[in-house]
């Protein structure tokens, strides 16, 4: 009786630690700008420059089946550099908008797709898989010249999609349109993510295929 009782104040106990770290984990998540738009969206953008680099980082969430289907946009570029910057995109789902961000390098994440528009020319989409131990296995790259005649093409969303099912990918990071938006970002700023520049079905690509699920249920991208 004695050992249950010792079992069950540890289960206890480590139920309590559990729920003390998402708590903490909130508590100190950056305070972010938030703002709607008239799509019932939120967003925000700030700056955050260091004496190289000039960064910026945004993030819009749409509601979206009872949770939130979140874009998050960062831009990397020099100080004193004339280039277009490196646009960094990704896409996820959050239960609240106002939770911390997801980035590629997070416990939470199991795979995916990511993508990154570098420097105004080329587009590099990656179709990845993390392993035990925090490892990271790329699957699938794609480099797209832009603007070039042979430069190749973007992945359409019903192949980034049927990919990862096919494979058994979670896709934590799921398809996002990189090329509409990071080209957004690159003709004018980072600031035209939060605008009504950029509507829900330009970001997922919807308008261009119906998706499916990990079971092979018909879905939204």
């Not at 995109?89 to 390098?105: C, E, H, L, N, V």
């Not at 990071?173 to 993510?193: F, G, K, P």
């Amino acid at each position: 009786m004695r050992l249950l009782v010792i079992a069950a104040l540890a289960v206890a106990g480590c139920q309590a630690a559990s729920d003390d770290s998402q708590k903490n984990a909130v508590e100190q998540a950056p305070k972010r700008p938030w703002r709607k738009l008239p799509d019932g969206s939120w967003g925000w953008l700030e700056a955050s420059p260091s004496e190289k680099f000039a960064n910026e980082q945004a993030e819009r969430c749409w509601p979206s089946k009872g949770r939130w289907d979140c874009l998050s946009a960062s831009t990397l570029v020099q100080v004193g550099d004339i280039e277009p910057p490196t646009v960094f995109a990704s896409r996820y789902i959050k239960a609240r908008y106002t939770d911390p961000a997801i980035g590629i390098g997070d416990d939470a994440v199991r795979g995916g797709y990511s993508c990154q528009f570098i420097n105004g020319k080329m587009i590099r989409e990656s179709i990845f898989q993390n392993g035990e131990g925090g490892a990271s296995h790329s699957l699938q790259t794609n480099d797209v010249l832009v603007g070039q005649q042979s430069g190749g093409a973007v992945w359409s969303p019903d192949f980034v999609v049927r990919y990862m099912r096919e494979n058994k990918i979670e896709p934590t990071l799921r398809y996002v349109d990189c090329l509409h938006v990071t080209t957004m970002v690159v003709e004018n700023s980072l600031a035209t993510i939060n605008t009504t520049s950029l509507a829900y079905g330009m970001m997922t690509g919807r308008d261009d295929a119906m998706l499916y699920d990990m079971d092979g249920r018909k879905e939204e991208p």
